[in-house]
């Protein structure tokens, strides 16, 4: 490499990211001895300048350590310095403060101790009237005389305004209640006896007289039949069109009200409790072995059968409850009336004749609606009558506990005595 002389002073620019030498010559000796080592002398060049420079920073920040090292130290040393006045001075100031022939505290707390001895002594004297033993002795005397008082007045039957009193009065109205409520239900009792009388027909075919649950059906179906000049076959052991006995009874409509043909419903007799589908099952079954236009399940209470009240229909088939004795036929006889309709508005699709069905289905809607409420009543009436019999016996078990109460408080007081 051949050496020429600088023209022009050096200069070193930084621009666009990157410092740029003009005319710039290193005679260092150990520079130039690690450059002329290099592979390549740029690239040794870049390599000594990047490791100086960080060589400068490193050591920047040492001495800056140092710096605040050395801060921290005096620091240290002066609020050493500081605390150790401060506790000399505390110290001082609690030895003056705690001596015990010249401190302040000690001869304050003599003071109050004092004070409080003598507080105390006033306060419980058991000589003076002002003490506390003598007002608390005073209040309770007062105390036992009110105590007293109010347990006469608990006790006496005598006194208008006591306990004892009232609740005498209470159950003596109670069973006066009562006794009325009992007189209310034996007349309501002969009543009921009265209309059994009158209907001697209804109690020679209940089930307590030895007839099953289609005997009644049969006689309550005919006696409805009458009014409509159909007629009501018992049907239970005669096979059927399917060769089945499905189908307890038929009823055949009045052949004026069907343009002059046999036409027919049927009803099932359920004694027991049967699921909807099994039901809807065998209504079918009925229809098609009874050759009949609609079906209806009888069942004999709301409990055993598969829906909640006590008439409901779907398309030609229908569920009705009526109960064993006969005596409530407003189920019965609503659900005979959809079976009619059901089957002459089959009549008039057939024959094309016109027939307001929207209203004849509200009529049977509002007389369902109707026919749910009543039976509604029905039970808010025996749950009630139930309700109030539970009340009167929790009564009777009251006054037994009242009457054995003031018998051991009489006792209790004979013996105080």
């Given at each position: 490499?051949?050496?020429?002389?600088?023209?022009?002073?050096?200069?070193?620019?930084?621009?666009?990211?990157?410092?740029?030498?003009?005319?710039?010559?290193?005679?260092?000796t150990e520079?130039v001895?690690?450059?002329?080592?290099?592979?390549?002398?740029?690239?040794?060049?870049?390599?000594?300048l990047?490791?100086?420079?960080q060589?400068?920073?490193?050591?920047?920040?040492?001495i800056?350590?140092?710096?605040v090292?050395?801060?921290?130290?005096?620091?240290?040393?002066?609020?050493?310095k500081?605390v150790?006045?401060?506790?000399?001075?505390?110290?001082?100031a609690t030895?003056?403060?705690?001596?015990?022939?010249?401190?302040?505290?000690?001869?304050?707390?003599?003071?109050?101790?004092?004070?409080?001895?003598?507080?105390?002594?006033?306060?419980?004297?058991?000589?003076?009237?002002?003490?506390?033993?003598?007002?608390?002795?005073?209040?309770?005397?007062?105390?036992?005389?009110?105590q007293?008082?109010?347990?006469?007045?608990?006790?006496?039957?005598?006194?208008?305004?006591?306990?004892?009193?009232t609740?005498?009065?209470?159950?003596?109205?109670?069973?006066?209640?009562r006794?009325?409520?009992?007189?209310?239900?034996?007349?309501?009792?002969?009543?009921k006896?009265?209309v059994?009388?009158a209907?001697?027909?209804?109690?020679?075919?209940?089930?307590?007289?030895?007839?099953?649950?289609?005997?009644?059906?049969?006689?309550r179906?005919?006696?409805?039949?009458?009014?409509?000049?159909?007629?009501?076959?018992?049907?239970?052991?005669?096979?059927?069109?399917?060769g089945?006995?499905?189908?307890?009874?038929?009823?055949?409509?009045?052949?004026e009200?069907?343009?002059?043909?046999?036409?027919?419903?049927?009803?099932?007799?359920k004694?027991g409790?049967v699921?909807?589908?099994?039901?809807v099952?065998?209504?079918?079954?009925?229809?098609?072995?009874?050759?009949?236009?609609?079906?209806?399940a009888?069942?004999?209470?709301?409990?055993?059968?598969?829906t909640?009240v006590?008439?409901?229909?779907s398309?030609?088939?229908?569920?009705?409850v009526?109960?064993?004795?006969?005596?409530?036929?407003?189920?019965?006889?609503l659900?005979?009336?959809?079976?009619r309709w059901?089957?002459?508005?089959?009549?008039?699709?057939?024959?094309?004749?016109?027939?307001?069905?929207?209203?004849?289905?509200?009529?049977?809607?509002?007389?369902?609606?109707a026919?749910?409420?009543?039976?509604?009543?029905?039970?808010?009436?025996?749950?009630?009558?139930?309700?109030?019999?539970?009340?009167?016996?929790?009564?009777?078990?009251?006054?037994?506990?009242?009457?054995s109460?003031?018998?051991?408080?009489?006792?209790?007081?004979?013996?105080?005595?």
């Amino acid at each position: 490499m051949t050496e020429t002389a600088p023209t022009e002073r050096p200069s070193v620019v930084v621009r666009d990211g990157g410092v740029h030498f003009a005319g710039f010559e290193e005679r260092d000796t150990e520079v130039v001895a690690l450059i002329t080592g290099a592979d390549d002398p740029v690239e040794g060049a870049h390599q000594c300048l990047r490791i100086g420079a960080q060589a400068l920073r490193a050591a920047n920040a040492s001495i800056d350590a140092d710096v605040v090292e050395r801060r921290f130290e005096g620091l240290s040393a002066s609020f050493d310095k500081t605390v150790s006045e401060a506790l000399r001075r505390l110290t001082e100031a609690t030895g003056e403060l705690l001596d015990e022939e010249t401190g302040a505290l000690p001869g304050t707390l003599d003071g109050h101790r004092e004070a409080l001895e003598n507080l105390l002594k006033e306060t419980f004297d058991p000589e003076s009237k002002k003490s506390v033993i003598a007002v608390f002795e005073e209040a309770m005397a007062e105390a036992h005389a009110t105590q007293v008082s109010q347990v006469k007045n608990l006790v006496s039957l005598d006194s208008d305004d006591s306990p004892l009193s009232t609740l005498k009065r209470l159950l003596l109205r109670d069973f006066d209640d009562r006794i009325r409520d009992v007189r209310q239900d034996l007349s309501d009792l002969s009543e009921k006896i009265a209309v059994r009388d009158a209907k001697a027909e209804v109690m020679e075919i209940t089930s307590t007289k030895g007839f099953t649950y289609e005997d009644v059906l049969h006689s309550r179906i005919s006696q409805i039949a009458a009014g409509h000049a159909d007629l009501a076959e018992r049907v239970t052991k005669t096979l059927g069109v399917a060769g089945t006995e499905k189908g307890d009874e038929v009823v055949y409509l009045n052949r004026e009200d069907t343009a002059g043909t046999a036409r027919c419903f049927v009803f099932e007799a359920k004694s027991g409790s049967v699921n909807m589908r099994k039901t809807v099952k065998e209504l079918d079954d009925a229809l098609l072995n009874r050759d009949a236009t609609a079906a209806i399940a009888v069942f004999a209470n709301q409990d055993k059968a598969p829906t909640s009240v006590p008439f409901h229909y779907s398309d030609t088939k229908a569920i009705v409850v009526m109960d064993p004795d006969g005596l409530d036929l407003n189920a019965l006889h609503l659900a005979y009336m959809w079976a009619r309709w059901v089957v002459r508005r089959e009549i008039a699709v057939s024959n094309g004749e016109d027939m307001d069905t929207e209203r004849i289905t509200a009529l049977i809607n509002d007389a369902r609606r109707a026919l749910e409420r009543q039976t509604a009543i029905k039970r808010f009436h025996s749950e009630a009558r139930n309700g109030i019999d539970r009340a009167a016996n929790q009564v009777n078990d009251l006054v037994d506990e009242v009457e054995s109460a003031l018998a051991s408080l009489l006792t209790e007081m004979d013996l105080d005595t």
